[in-house]
């Protein structure tokens, strides 16, 4: 399954990578690349709630696969505005958007396909991943994803969660990956584009009840045909 970003910048400068992900776990399959930079290094800033050991994961997955990109801009500015081809299996997406927006889209497939167990509940939402995507479609997709999550659970005889409250703990978890990843870039000297992509990320989870409950509340309206 491959999903192909390309950027092309006011200057004329194009920039493009192609996303590789396995057609059956939908786990990123970098491709081979030269020996990872030091701020990888799992100890460099690592998670707080982060479960990996440095003698079994010397380095960071997500930082590992995240480093080709972060390379390429490392000199950009958030606010930048930049024309983004986004190609999936089945259909484009073309927009002119801050190079924040484009980069953060870029950066949530690849940090939620690489492996690390904080950021895999997120990995089924790159089935039908969803470019420049806005507050209520992710927050639809989630939640979604969420409930099919507990009818596969349930399908095999685990319990299942089917008021939602285990959400609130999954997206506390990746909130504070989200943050603390940041503090690892910040040990690279860079402008802000990346960091602010990585930022931008937060803005879609809903850390507490009274904003979930907020949140199904106003879905809740959509379903009235089936109420």
Partial sequence: ????????????QEDAFAIDLDAATLAYQAPAAAAPPEWTALGNHQCGNCP??????????????????IGRFL?????EDVEVWVTTPAREYHKRVSLQKAVS?????????????????????TLTHLPFAEMEETRYRAISM???AQFF????????????SG?????????????????????????????????????FLLPNTAMMDRSLQKLERIFAPYL
């Fill in 52 to 69: 990996l050991k440095a003698d079994t994961s010397p380095r960071c997955p997500v930082a590992v696969n995240l480093a080709p990109a």
């Fill in 1 to 12: 399954m491959l999903i192909n970003y390309r950027f092309k910048f006011p200057d004329g």
């Fill in 153 to 164: 659970r349930a399908r095999q005889g685990l319990p299942a969660d089917w008021d939602l």
């Fill in 105 to 125: 889209g870029l950066f949530g497939l690849i940090m939620a396909t690489s492996g690390c167990p904080i950021l895999d509940k997120l990995r089924p939402m």
């Fill in 75 to 79: 000199n950009r500015l958030s606010y």
């Fill in 167 to 203: 959400l609130e703990k999954i997206e506390g978890d990746i909130g504070q990956v989200n943050r603390d990843f940041v503090e690892r870039l910040r040990s690279v000297p860079m402008k802000d584009a990346n960091l602010n992509a990585i930022v931008s990320l937060d803005c």
């Fill in 146 to 148: 969420y409930l099919f």
